[in-house]
């Protein structure tokens, strides 16, 4: 089977993420496509002067190390996580992907967190080349509001100034206790084919 280019949404957003020196198998993984594909639309955004340099295929063994998420739960698809701490804590998935990015690293930069709000405004909008940006301090706006809608769970959300956002080691237990039990129903839901909203939830009495 030959290696084709991504559709034209995926391939300005994986330019877009190339440009800012992410590895091809991690915007594979984001995307959820093969790396294959993005390297021929990485191949094609290069020759033609979309990027200048091909970025590396995946973050040194010592940066994939950092992610905080215990062993069964970064297994899952970063689109099922999403959705596990949408039904969680009762979030909108653009808060939901700043709480996944919080959980997972030691620290977030705002430009990483900028990042997802670009990411995802490209994929809502379907206009992936827009030459508008948001403006970086939309994280901090997204910031406040995931903070209220943490309250309630006892996860507080801590600021590095001048620099990002962390959770401490008690908010990411928290959090992860939290969302554990949504994993397994939102990937069997996935595996069924069945929309996670429409699954039904058996608890324990």
């Given at each position: 089977?030959?290696d084709?280019?991504?559709?034209?949404?995926?391939?300005?957003?994986a330019?877009?993420?190339?440009?800012?020196?992410?590895?091809?198998?991690?915007?594979?993984?984001?995307?959820?496509?093969?790396?294959?594909?993005?390297?021929?639309?990485?191949?094609?955004?290069?020759?033609?002067?979309r990027?200048?340099?091909m970025?590396?295929?995946?973050?040194?063994?010592?940066?994939?190390?950092?992610?905080?998420?215990?062993?069964?739960?970064?297994?899952?698809?970063?689109?099922?996580?999403?959705?596990?701490?949408?039904?969680?804590?009762?979030?909108?998935?653009?808060?939901?992907?700043?709480?996944?990015?919080?959980?997972?690293?030691?620290?977030?930069?705002?430009?990483?967190?900028?990042?997802?709000?670009?990411?995802?405004?490209?994929?809502?909008a379907?206009?992936?080349?827009?030459?508008?940006?948001?403006?970086?301090?939309?994280?901090?706006?997204?910031?406040?509001?995931?903070?209220?809608?943490?309250?309630?769970?006892?996860?507080?959300?801590?600021?590095?100034?001048?620099?990002?956002?962390?959770?401490?080691?008690?908010?990411r237990?928290?959090?992860?206790?939290?969302?554990?039990?949504?994993?397994?129903?939102?990937?069997?839901?996935?595996?069924?084919?069945?929309?996670?909203?429409?699954?039904?939830?058996?608890?324990?009495?």
């Amino acid at each position: 089977m030959l290696d084709t280019p991504l559709p034209v949404g995926y391939d300005q957003i994986a330019t877009r993420l190339a440009n800012e020196g992410i590895p091809v198998n991690v915007i594979a993984r984001g995307l959820e496509v093969p790396a294959a594909d993005v390297r021929v639309s990485l191949d094609d955004a290069l020759a033609s002067g979309r990027i200048t340099e091909m970025p590396a295929a995946d973050w040194p063994p010592t940066a994939r190390r950092a992610d905080h998420l215990p062993p069964h739960i970064a297994a899952a698809r970063d689109s099922d996580l999403v959705t596990s701490f949408m039904r969680a804590f009762k979030l909108p998935k653009l808060l939901a992907s700043f709480l996944l990015v919080l959980v997972r690293r030691e620290e977030a930069d705002k430009t990483t967190l900028h990042r997802v709000i670009e990411t995802q405004r490209a994929q809502r909008a379907n206009r992936p080349d827009d030459p508008e940006e948001t403006d970086p301090k939309m994280v901090d706006v997204v910031i406040c509001n995931l903070r209220k809608k943490l309250k309630p769970f006892g996860v507080t959300i801590h600021t590095l100034w001048g620099h990002g956002y962390f959770l401490d080691a008690a908010g990411r237990q928290a959090a992860l206790a939290l969302v554990e039990r949504e994993i397994e129903h939102v990937r069997v839901a996935a595996n069924d084919n069945i929309p996670a909203g429409k699954a039904t939830i058996v608890r324990a009495a």
